[in-house]
């Protein structure tokens, strides 16, 4: 059973059959949202799908990043991420047209941050999210 399906813009409909959300700041306890803490966020995120998923292909979509009017510190200005970090495991038909449909399948994992904790569905999916090139990332499994 599926959580949700999203409408790639490519056309190619996927699944998603897990869904993990944090929290993009929780615990910090000092300091404040840069640069340097952001890319630590995100290539964290990052490396928390690969070792929770190691037998699948894993992508990141870039996530965007905010500059409110606020002063910064010694690392630099304030830098904000959206405020939910979230590892998806999608499948879709299979990518390779030669193999068998009912046989096969592809997959990809999939890291991201969205502003709120909604479960992504339908046309209404964040726009990076949809634009993930799943014909150049997913890999064909069989069942």
């Not at 615990?27 to 404040?32: D, P």
């Not at 304030?78 to 499948?91: D, Q």
């Not at 068998?100 to 999210?129: I, K, M, R, T, Y």
């Amino acid at each position: 059973m599926s959580l949700s399906h999203i409408a790639l813009s490519s056309g190619r409909s996927i699944e998603l059959s897990e869904l993990r959300m944090s929290s993009t700041y929780g615990g910090m306890l000092e300091g404040y949202p840069c640069k340097r803490i952001n890319d630590w966020k995100v290539s964290g995120l990052l490396h928390r799908a690969e070792r929770a998923f190691p037998s699948l292909p894993v992508h990141l979509v870039s996530p965007a990043r905010e500059y409110p009017d606020q002063s910064g510190g010694a690392f630099g200005p304030v830098e904000v991420l959206p405020s939910v970090a979230c590892v998806g495991v999608f499948s879709s038909t299979a990518v390779d047209p030669g193999l068998d449909p009912v046989l096969h399948h592809s997959v990809l994992v999939v890291a991201w941050f969205q502003p709120l904790p909604d479960v992504p569905s339908g046309e209404n999916a964040d726009p990076a999210l949809r634009g993930v090139p799943w014909e150049e990332l997913a890999r064909d499994r069989e069942f």
